[in-house]
């Protein structure tokens, strides 16, 4: 599975980005794809997890941000609104191809044997 992230950029706080993984090798449907976020100073933290069954959300993703599959075109996205200053960081997919799907699981980075290069998102107060 080979991934690439796009759609990252500047934007006000309280304003709304999209990010897209796509994904070639497999059809996305057939795995389990994660967020991954990583700040200046901090380690990577989970956003989020989709598969064709259901989304898992970090607490601060809650409520904001929404993964979702694309079949179609093969590929995943994030839809962020609300975003916030402290969203700040370099945002990363990742492919988790196990089969195994559960909330302890998709928000363990090891868990993930694929990763796209990320892309940055700015939220500017």
């Known amino acids: 599975v080979q991934l690439q992230a796009s759609g990252g950029g500047l934007v006000q706080a309280g304003g709304s980005l999209r990010l897209s993984c796509a994904a070639s090798?497999?059809?996305?449907?057939?795995?389990?794809l994660g967020w991954f976020r990583q700040a200046p100073g901090k380690e990577r933290e989970f956003v989020a997890a989709?598969?064709?069954?259901?989304?898992y959300y970090s607490d601060s993703a809650k409520g904001r941000f929404t993964a979702s599959l694309d079949n179609a075109q093969n590929l995943v996205t994030l839809l962020m609104n609300g975003l916030e200053p402290e969203d700040t960081a370099v945002y990363y997919c990742?492919?988790?191809?196990?089969?195994?799907?559960?909330?302890?699981?998709?928000?363990?980075?090891?868990?993930?044997?694929?990763w796209g290069q990320g892309t940055q998102v700015t939220v500017s107060s």
């Open positions: 090798g497999r059809f996305v449907s057939s795995y389990a």
């Open positions: 990742a492919a988790d191809v196990s089969g195994d799907y559960y909330a302890a699981r998709t928000s363990d980075p090891r868990s993930y044997t694929a």
């Open positions: 989709v598969n064709w069954v259901r989304a």
